[in-house]
Nanobody
Framework: QVQLVESGGGSVKGGGSLKLSCARSGYIDSYCTLGWYRQGPGKEPELVSLITRTGSTTYADSVKGRFTISQDNARNTIYLEMNSLKTEDTAMYYC????????????RGQGTQVTVNS
């Protein structure tokens, strides 16, 4: 059974930084793409970033240049480093595995809250 556990969320002032971590247990296929998506209050889920098992990455336009996704395959962990945070980045952030389409994945964690204050 695949489990994804996020950590690193919290409250930060605008312009600040946070780094999210996601530890994975359980087997997933080697072709599975990992990633992060977020859902702000009253908003639809938004895909934030993807990373393939070989390290190719993609980002939403809204976070490009500010967020960096990375992975440590030996530790089955992915990260999301978030810099220059804006109030509009406030959301529940979900780590997820085996991307299907848009912000839909086969597996996801329970989420970690990120709140950016002005």
């Amino acid at each position: 059974q695949v489990q994804l556990v996020e950590s690193g969320g919290g409250s930060v002032k605008g312009g600040g930084s946070l780094k999210l971590s996601c530890a994975r247990s359980g087997y997933i296929d080697s072709y599975c793409t990992l990633g992060w998506y977020r859902q702000g209050p009253g908003k639809e889920p938004e895909l934030v970033s993807l990373i393939t098992r070989t390290g190719s990455t993609t980002y939403a336009d809204s976070v490009k240049g500010r967020f960096t996704i990375s992975q440590d395959n030996a530790r089955n962990t992915i990260y999301l480093e978030m810099n220059s945070l804006k109030t509009e980045d406030t959301a529940m952030y979900y780590c997820a595995a085996c991307w299907i389409v848009s912000a839909l994945f086969r597996y996801r964690g329970q989420g970690t809250q990120v709140t950016v204050n002005s």
